[in-house]
């Protein structure tokens, strides 16, 4: 797969994009490079820190180690398609109202992981929601506001 290029359909966001590819070219570079979608934050580049996190399929997945010829057909979800026209998510607005945002480097790949891991439990306590998010890293201090953002996203999005 090495130096030959793929032709890729994808759903970022709810718009349909047709990619070129490299069979070693990984989701993360495409949605960076290709399609400026910034967001989507580059880090460790090994799966460790999650500040790539994106949706797929309605899943988080680390962008970083996803290969992009494994997406064809895949709809994917990063941080700039969570707002609407009606505004900020819920859980964009919770890290918000909660001051969870700090330096604001992981908080795409964070909110990325709440999303996914709310669509999986939808009310969770505050021991769950830290065990849903230990696999994004946050450099900056404890994850207290973090999780309060969470919780506080969890219950208004109405499911609590």
């Not at 010829?69 to 900020?88: K, P, S």
């Amino acid at each position: 797969m090495v130096g030959k290029m793929f032709e890729l359909s994808i759903i970022v966001n709810g718009e349909k994009w047709q990619v070129k590819a490299s069979g070693t070219e990984t989701l993360l570079e495409v949605l960076r490079k290709d399609l400026a979608l910034t967001g989507t934050k580059s880090n460790c580049l090994e799966g460790e820190c999650g500040v790539c996190a994106v949706l797929v399929n309605g899943r988080t997945v680390n962008s970083c180690i996803l290969l992009a010829v494994q997406c064809e057909g895949a709809e994917i979800t990063t941080i700039e398609g969570m707002a609407t026209d009606e505004g900020l998510h819920a859980l964009q607005s919770a890290f918000l109202d909660h001051g969870a945002v700090q330096c604001g480097y992981c908080i795409p790949g964070m909110i990325m992981t709440a999303a996914g891991f709310l669509k999986e439990n939808p009310s969770p306590t505050p021991d769950e929601i830290r065990e849903g998010i230990c696999g994004t890293l946050c450099r900056c201090t404890g994850y207290k506001k973090i999780v309060e953002a969470v919780h506080h996203a969890s219950q208004n999005m109405g499911v609590k």
